[in-house]
């Protein structure tokens, strides 16, 4: 089955004045796009960890970061033009990948993103819903040990790769 938030991405995809074409493998193409951005998503707030509150972004992530909003705000300014507004999106996540940002430059690109997605609404700001636990308690020793831990983090909705890769500490 499909996830209410992988069904919402679907749906806010297609243009309002468009005919949705309702397929599997819409949904498929769907999950993907939302694992991608979701990737991205913890990518940056890893990163992120221990800046400076007050950090400034470089000239390189703040150029990138004022593009992407003209982009993606021009794209949804005409005529909620989705199509565009995820290229834009997909285009800025492809350039996280290749800044390789400090966290600095993290601190201020995960913002960026936070803010986009506050008009899709699809992804998680939970790291262990989505999949990804702190260093601590990956590497805590007593975590790994500790089967009942495993259970519980199941019982919270922890991702079964996730729980795989806390198991795999022993």
């Known amino acids: 089955?499909?996830?209410?938030?992988?069904?919402?991405?679907?749906?806010?995809?297609?243009?309002?004045?468009?005919?949705?074409?309702?397929?599997?493998?819409?949904?498929?193409?769907?999950?993907?796009?939302?694992?991608?951005?979701?990737?991205?998503?913890?990518?940056?707030?890893?990163?992120a960890e221990g800046a400076p509150p007050d950090?400034?972004?470089t000239s390189v992530a703040a150029e990138r970061i004022a593009q992407f909003e003209r982009d993606y705000g021009g794209a949804l300014d005409d005529d909620l033009n989705v199509s565009n507004a995820m290229a834009a999106l997909f285009a800025f996540v492809a350039d996280i990948h290749r800044l390789e940002p400090n966290a600095s430059d993290a601190v201020h690109l995960l913002r960026t993103l936070d803010r986009a997605d506050h008009v899709l609404g699809v992804l998680s700001r939970d790291v262990v819903r989505a999949?990804?636990?702190s260093r601590?308690?990956?590497t805590s020793a007593d975590a790994a040990r500790d089967p009942s831990q495993l259970e519980a983090l199941f019982a919270e909705g922890a991702s079964v790769p996730a729980l795989r890769a806390l198991a795999q500490i022993r």
Request: charged share 20%; net charge positive; glycine share 6%.
């Open 55 to 57: 950090s400034q972004p």
């Open 131 to 133: 999949g990804l636990f």
């Open 1 to 47: 089955g499909y996830s209410p938030i992988e069904l919402r991405y679907f749906l806010i995809t297609n243009h309002y004045r468009q005919q949705l074409n309702f397929t599997n493998d819409g949904l498929v193409a769907a999950r993907s796009s939302l694992a991608r951005l979701q990737k991205a998503r913890n990518l940056l707030a890893e990163r």
């Open 136 to 138: 601590e308690e990956l």
